[in-house]
């Protein structure tokens, strides 16, 4: 039983190896840096253990992005008793998240991959980033159309983010527009 167990220790050493180095080349040189041969050479591991543990880079970029949806939902809860403080601050944790890790956000966001969104049938830190979000739209009342106003609210920080980090808004008014977005979703 001991060999087993290390066994299945070092195959998921060797996964959380593979999903940290691609996340490190992909934030220092971008996806297309990501290949294959390149992690393989990286991690001083041949291509075949590679392709054991995922079929090729669009699997690692899938986990990459289920992991970076764990890790927004931590940066996006906010506690407090006043619901527009906790919306400015998801929204501000969205954003500061998007900044802080662009390679992780453009597999979640922008990079094709077989993840659903929307769906009943989509990855559980999918539906509970969604949860979040829709939590800190819906602490304004009784909402008409709560999905409607969270996928509103949703899109616009993921347009603020894209814009921002692509230097097509004015650094200088960042937050004058968050704010003019929090009036919106609580008036």
């Known amino acids: 039983m001991a060999i087993q167990q290390r066994r299945e220790r070092q195959r998921a050493e060797r996964h959380r190896l593979i999903l940290d180095t691609a996340r490190e080349i ?43 949806f764990g890790e ?29 890790h662009p390679a992780v956000y453009a597999a979640m966001f922008t990079m094709d ?28 009342g009784a909402e008409p159309d709560l999905e409607s106003r969270t996928e509103l609210f949703w899109s616009t920080l993921h347009g603020l983010a894209t814009l921002t980090a692509a230097n097509r808004l004015r650094p200088t008014h960042a937050e004058q527009r968050l704010s003019l977005l929090i009036t919106q979703l609580t008036t």
């Not at 527009?84 to 900044?99: E, I, M, P, Q």
């Not at 559980?124 to 800190?136: D, G, N, S, T, W």
Request: hydrophobic share 45%.
């Open 72 to 100: 927004l939902t931590a940066s996006l809860r906010a506690d407090g008793a006043d619901p527009s403080a906790r919306l400015a601050a998801v929204a501000h944790g969205y954003l500061r998240f998007a900044a802080d």
């Open 113 to 140: 991959t077989a993840l659903t969104f929307a769906d009943a049938e989509s990855p559980e830190p999918l539906r509970v980033a969604f949860e979040v979000l829709r939590e800190a739209v819906g602490g304004h």
């Open 26 to 68: 992909a934030e220092t040189e971008g996806w297309d840096a990501v290949t294959t041969r390149r992690l393989a050479e990286r991690i001083e591991y041949s291509q075949p253990v590679l392709y054991s543990h995922f079929a090729g880079k669009d699997e690692i970029v899938a986990a990459v992005a289920l992991e970076g």
